[in-house]
């Protein structure tokens, strides 16, 4: 599974310009890469709240959505219009009007309403352009994820940019916020 994060709800305060550019290259993007996920068995999805956007980029992605839907390979989830603190507050919403009871609201059946739902937490995060935050992406999901923090940047990121990630990855002791217990603690001398 793999999820970009490709248009954030705080870009609709970038120029407009900007903004257009970017969805036309948005739409020129899922055209040109539609055949390559289909050779390739990868599904494609949105998270986000695409139904703001325009309606020629919505049918683009829908175009991409449906015909990717039979596909049982790798997951792309593409984060447009997206924003983490407001995926919180649209599945706080979704529970509410599904009439959870609040009682019953654990962490399992508040992810039910994540735009991921049903989706594995990220093991990895990787950030490009040596930003040390996390920039409102997957605030929930991300809880225990690995960060890995590379100066390049996400035009420039190719192959062995990932390959690096994994093998630093791949090098970590995953606790989920456990503590490491010490030698000392487990009674050895």
Not at 61 to 66: S, V
Not at 87 to 93: L, S, Y
Not at 111 to 124: M, W
Not at 135 to 143: D, R
């Amino acid at each position: 599974m793999l999820t970009l994060y490709a248009f954030s709800i705080e870009n609709w305060k970038r120029p407009r310009a900007e903004v257009a550019t970017l969805m036309l290259l948005l739409k020129r993007y899922i055209r040109l890469e539609l055949a390559t996920l289909l050779k390739n068995n990868i599904r494609f999805r949105v998270i986000g709240r695409p139904e703001e956007l325009s309606p020629d980029v919505q049918d683009e992605l829908e175009i991409g959505i449906h015909k990717t839907a039979g596909n049982t390979g790798m997951l792309f989830n593409i984060a447009l219009n997206y924003g983490g603190r407001a995926e919180i507050v649209d599945a706080v919403r979704r529970a509410m009007r599904a009439g959870v009871d609040p009682d019953a609201l654990d962490e399992q059946r508040f992810s039910e309403f994540l735009y991921t739902a049903g989706q594995p937490d990220p093991d990895l995060l990787i950030r490009t352009s040596g930003e040390m935050r996390v920039s409102n992406f997957l605030l929930w999901q991300i809880a225990y994820s690995e960060i890995w923090v590379t100066d390049t940047l996400w035009p420039d990121f190719r192959r062995r940019d990932l390959l690096e990630a994994v093998i630093a990855y791949q090098k970590r002791d995953r606790r989920y916020g456990g503590i490491k217990p010490s030698p000392v603690a487990l009674g050895a001398k």
